[in-house]
Structure formats: structure tokens, C-alpha cells
């Protein structure tokens, strides 16, 4: 079996990204000559052609677009690999935690300062990121913890504990006809001609079909729901971000989402466990989250693994 090398899966990767010899050799600082020789040399190796090359352009076959998937994933978890094995020279290093920066923030508080009083509690130091970001985070030992959401987060591969499970609310402009409604459904919602649900980036990073404009930060989407241009549709804890301008409704038809708490099976420390047992005995009771469209529910499920769900 032939064994490849991370520097070739980098060459292969920048070709691939770039599909353009010169731009690619460019970018990691070597000539075009010994790029595609080694690229070459890389083909020779596996016995396929990667990339179809003519007057017209670079393009990937195949076998190349497979290559590129899995590159990206050896890739990243060599440097997976390289963080935790640094991490592991400094266990009094602070538990890194991600979650995004529109979760809830009773609940984060909540979730930090129950694991402050565990004994032997480890310092946590808050990662702050976009939708859908905590997945890359955890893949790459850049963050140890995430506090995620099930189905729309990607929790593919990594260990989760359940903690909070609860509806949905609409955020629109304030002075939006539906505002002054006690609850709306999804299909009251979905097709409004004047107030398009905006686009999220979907796992594979592209955005799904709709009139509705792409976002990528809580921050571009606080301010086009405020300017009248889009509305949301989120869980009920997440509204903390509300701004003035916003009314949130509930959608009493809307698939229930549960936080949890997730981080890779093969990276379980002290530090992971006391913040997964302080998670599994969180006070829910205590958690303002209003208007809320569903009963919140603590699941009886211990930590488990998951293949995780797509949006």
C-alpha cells in the first residue's frame, strides 16, 4: 500500500483549490516546476490521473475530487493531532469551549459556573464563533468542547451530551403585521412576499435555494431583520441576541431543537468530564428562555455517539 505524505496531500490540495499551477505554487511559496513534477510524481505513485490538463485549464477527474475530500480530512487531523499532543504538555492550559455567539447566554452561564463548583474544575476559556463553525473547531484541536445544536449542527463522529431540548421562535421587524401574533406556523412564515427567510450556509458550505438573502453572521442577520429585509426562524434560547428593532414569535409547528454538548470520542479528558457531568445536571428549571413555543426537557440519554443530522 503506498503511503503518502502530508506534504504531497498539501501540493495536491493547493492544486486542487486553486486549479492553476502557477497560482497554487504561488501560495505555498515554491516554483511551478517542482510542483508538477511532484504532482507527477503523486499520479505515478497511485496509479490515476488527478487532474485533466489542456489549453483550456486545470480541472480535477474523479479520482482527483475523491483525493481532495480526503485530504481535507487527513490534513486537518494531522493538525488535530499536533494541537492535542501540544495541549497534552500543558494540562493546566484552560478547557477551550465553543459555541456560537448567538447561543444562549443564561445557559452558557449557567453551564460555566455549575462546572466552576465541581472539584478540581478545570478554567474554561470561551471560543466565540459563527453558525455551523464548532464541528470545524473540535475537527481541527482548536477548541476540546462545543455546545451545539441537534439536527442542525454537524455532529458527525463526536461524543454528545444532551442538555436542553425546546421550540422555535420567528425573529422579525418589530413593526412586521405578524409581530402582534401570540404564535405563527411554518407555513405562515415560509413564503412571505415581503419578508424572505434567510439563506444559512448548508454543511457543505453552499447555500439552499430561496429568495431570501445569504448570511453568514448573527450580526449581518440582527441587522436585515432590523431594516425590514428577512426574517428567521431559530431556537427559543438563541434569542438573546434580540435586539430592540426584533419581536420574537413562536412557531408552534417547528422541528424542537436540542442543545447538547459535544467533543471528539478520542479527546475525553478530566477536564471534557466534569464539564459533561456539569451539563447533565444543569437546573433547567432556572432558565428564562421566553417566549418559548415548547416545554423544555432535559434528556434522560447519557453521553452517546452520533452520526449527527444535516440541515
Do not use: N
Amino acid at each position: 500500500m503506498e503511503t503518502l505524505e502530508t506534504r504531497e496531500l498539501r501540493y495536491f490540495t493547493a492544486v486542487a483549490e486553486e486549479l492553476h499551477f502557477g497560482r497554487a505554487a504561488e501560495r505555498l511559496g515554491i516554483a511551478q516546476p517542482p510542483l508538477s513534477r511532484a504532482i507527477q510524481q503523486l499520479e505515478r505513485r497511485l496509479g490515476v490521473r488527478l487532474f485533466d490538463r489542456d489549453r483550456s485549464g486545470v480541472a480535477l477527474t474523479e479520482a482527483g475530487r475523491v483525493l481532495q475530500e480526503e485530504a481535507g480530512l487527513a490534513l486537518t487531523a494531522v493538525e488535530a493531532a499536533v494541537r492535542r499532543t501540544r495541549h497534552a504538555a500543558t494540562p493546566s492550559r484552560p478547557l477551550r469551549l465553543a459555541t456560537k455567539a448567538g447561543a444562549s447566554h443564561e445557559l452558557l452561564r449557567m453551564l460555566l459556573e455549575a462546572t466552576a463548583g465541581a472539584p478540581g474544575a478545570p478554567a474554561i476559556e470561551v471560543v466565540l464563533c459563527e453558525v455551523g463553525e464548532q464541528a470545524g473547531l473540535l475537527r481541527t484541536g482548536a477548541a476540546d468542547a462545543a455546545v451545539m445544536h441537534r439536527p442542525v449542527d454537524d455532529l458527525a463522529g463526536f461524543e454528545t451530551q444532551e442538555i436542553l431540548t425546546e421550540g422555535q421562535v420567528m425573529i422579525v421587524p418589530a413593526g412586521h403585521p405578524l409581530a402582534s401574533r401570540d404564535r405563527v406556523t411554518l407555513a405562515e412564515v415560509a413564503h412571505l412576499p415581503d419578508l424572505p427567510m434567510a439563506r444559512w450556509p448548508q454543511l457543505d458550505g453552499t447555500y439552499p435555494d430561496g429568495p431570501g438573502p445569504e448570511v453568514r453572521t448573527q450580526s449581518q442577520l440582527a441587522q436585515l431583520v432590523a431594516l425590514g429585509l428577512t426574517l428567521l426562524v431559530i431556537p427559543a434560547s438563541s434569542r438573546a441576541w434580540q435586539w430592540p428593532q426584533h419581536a420574537a414569535i413562536p412557531v408552534t409547528d417547528a422541528t424542537a431543537i436540542t442543545t447538547v454538548l459535544a467533543w471528539p470520542p478520542h479527546a475525553r479528558s478530566s477536564a471534557v468530564e466534569a464539564l459533561r457531568e456539569a451539563a447533565a445536571a444543569l437546573p433547567l428549571d432556572e432558565l428564562d428562555s421566553q417566549p418559548a413555543p415548547a416545554a423544555q426537557s432535559r434528556s434522560a440519554l447519557a453521553s452517546t455517539s452520533t452520526s449527527g443530522a444535516k440541515r
